[in-house]
Every structure is written in structure tokens, then in C-alpha cells.
């Protein structure tokens, strides 16, 4: 069983930065993509940016120039460096991780359980 340990949320001003890390552990190669969705009061669930295992990213129009996503594979931990914060990136950020096709590894996504990011104006 693959678990998510997320850390590096808090409180920023706009134009901030902030760093939050995502520790996965469990059997490695049963860890595939890995990203952040954020969540906020009154708004859907935005996938946020992702992370191939082969280390190719993607962004949500939102966040291009802003975010940036990163993996080191040694220590199993996804991270989202976040700059230029605005209070609309206000929100509980989770973090993921798709399964492998590993014939071992079981199916579904694995959740962080969150952290708390908020940016005042």
C-alpha cells in the first residue's frame, strides 16, 4: 500500500513563495504519475500540475510560469514550488499518485491528506 504524506503549506503575502513537499512511501515501483489538485470554498476540484515518471510536467493554464513541479525518485517525494502566489491559489492542496502497471500493485489513486496554502492580499 502506497501512502502520501504532504507538508509545506502556511501563510504567504501575494507575491510569495511557497514549497510543498509530497512523501510517498510503500513498494516503489508501484508509483507512477504524481501531481497536486487544490480545492477551495466554491470551486471544483483543478488539477493543479503533474509529473510523469519520466519526469515530464504539466500545468494548468492557471499556474504556467508560476508553479513548478518536481520529483526525486531517490526519496519517493513530489514537490510543487509555488512563486508569485495570488489569493486565488488560496486552497487545500492534495497530493497524488497513479498506480504503475505493475501486475503487483494494487489499482487506484492514492491520496495525500492535504495542506492548507493561503495567500493574503
Known amino acids: 500500500q502506497v501512502q502520501l504524506v504532504e507538508s509545506g503549506g502556511g501563510l504567504v503575502q501575494a507575491g510569495g513563495s511557497l514549497r510543498l513537499s509530497c512523501a510517498a512511501s510503500?513498494?516503489?515501483?508501484?508509483?507512477?504519475?504524481m501531481g497536486w489538485y487544490r480545492q477551495s470554498p466554491g470551486k471544483e476540484r483543478e488539477l493543479v500540475a503533474e509529473?510523469?515518471?519520466?519526469?515530464?510536467?504539466s500545468y494548468a493554464d492557471s499556474v504556467k510560469g508560476r508553479f513548478t513541479i518536481s520529483r526525486d525518485d531517490v526519496k519517493d517525494t513530489v514537490y510543487l514550488q509555488m512563486s508569485s502566489l495570488k489569493p486565488g491559489d488560496t486552497a487545500v492542496y492534495y497530493c497524488?499518485?497513479?498506480?504503475?502497471?505493475?501486475?503487483?500493485?494494487?489499482?487506484?489513486?492514492?491520496w495525500g491528506q492535504g495542506t492548507q496554502v493561503t495567500v493574503s492580499s
Open positions: 497524488y499518485v497513479e498506480p504503475t502497471e505493475w501486475p503487483s500493485c494494487q489499482s487506484g489513486t492514492t
Open positions: 509529473i510523469t515518471g519520466s519526469g515530464r510536467p
Open positions: 510503500g513498494d516503489f515501483i508501484c508509483i507512477g504519475d
